[in-house]
């Protein structure tokens, strides 16, 4: 069974600039959801990846943040499903409290379903990047 398949890119220019902005937008989705969690959970209720989700989704709707538009909304999606990954393994003694993602000291990386990319004549097309 193939878990992963490491591939080499070269994308244009224009590919590049939505690929950061993918990176930039996963790291402000999973900092923005860790400041709302941490909200919620010190105002006594027990916060959830799916409640966070939809405020962060209604954020997308106010025009101060329609730049979050630009990318995949599956990037958004797979931040919040790490950031509920890292507090599981908090609670269950498995880590460190989550801490907030810092565009030097954090891996620079975005995830992406395997249905949204499109492998023919040796392209990859990724949903929004091309």
């Not at 909304?73 to 599981?88: C, K, S």
Request: positive net charge; hydrophobic residues 35%.
């Amino acid at each position: 069974m193939i878990k992963a398949v490491k591939v080499r890119l070269f994308p244009s220019k224009e590919q590049e600039l939505l690929m950061c902005k993918s990176v930039g937008i996963a790291r402000f989705a999973y900092n923005w959801g860790l400041n709302r969690w941490n909200e919620i959970y010190e105002s006594g209720d027990k916060p959830n990846k799916v409640s966070i989700r939809a405020e962060f989704n209604q954020l997308k709707k106010i025009e101060k943040y329609q730049w979050l538009k630009e990318v995949s909304g599956q990037v958004t999606a797979y931040a919040f499903e790490d950031l509920n990954e890292a507090f599981t393994n908090f609670f269950k003694g498995n880590s460190n409290r989550p801490q907030f993602k810092s565009k030097r000291k954090s891996k620079q990386s975005f995830y992406v379903r395997y249905d949204a990319i499109k492998i023919k004549d040796n392209t990859v097309n990724i949903e929004k990047i091309g």
